[in-house]
């Protein structure tokens, strides 16, 4: 029996993103990194067929996977804010910056607004230390970032 006629086309893709990189040396985060890429996230249920396809247990997956920040199980909103959590960042405010604009934002760290259109997500240096606070929504940086500097730039990227 072909496994393709018993999982879902996105399952499906998976596999073949798998099976296109396993002869990889070290193919398990390059793998996680391409569905990621096509998806916007690792479905759990591709968890596994990767490890079936690379025999590793469904545990070792789930481990990396979830070790990883950068590995969503869930898609991302439309945008995505990453706030720096460094040294140079909380020295000039960044911890009660981030506690204000989870606060205004109604979400945690890897959570998504209910209107779907933020992701907040902690990153450790974006380079922006002189600067700081400092903040990336999407590709643009957000230097001596604020509360409301950063709703206006959400509301500017939603244009």
Not at 11 to 32: N, V
Not at 63 to 75: I, K, L, N, Q, S
Not at 79 to 97: D, I, N, P, T
Not at 99 to 117: F, P, Q, S, V, Y
Request: glycine share 8%; proline share 5%.
């Amino acid at each position: 029996m072909n496994i393709h006629n018993t999982i879902s086309p996105s399952d499906a893709r998976a596999l073949e993103i798998a099976r296109e990189m396993k002869a990889m040396e070290g193919p398990l985060l390059p793998i996680l990194h391409a569905i990621q890429e096509e998806f916007g996230h690792v479905p759990q249920s591709a968890l596994p067929l990767i490890a079936r396809e690379l025999n590793l247990s469904r545990a070792e997956v789930h481990g990396v996977m979830t070790f990883y920040h950068d590995f969503r199980a869930e898609p991302a909103g439309r945008h995505v804010l990453k706030l720096c959590r460094a040294e140079a960042c909380q020295s000039v405010g960044g911890a009660a910056l981030a506690e204000d604009l989870k606060r205004a934002l109604g979400i945690d760290w890897h959570g998504t607004t209910a209107d779907g259109n933020v992701t907040l997500e902690p990153v450790y240096c974006l380079g922006l230390c002189s600067c700081a606070p400092a903040a990336m929504l999407g590709d643009e940086l957000i230097g001596r970032a604020t509360v409301s500097g950063i709703q206006d730039a959400i509301k500017e990227a939603g244009r």
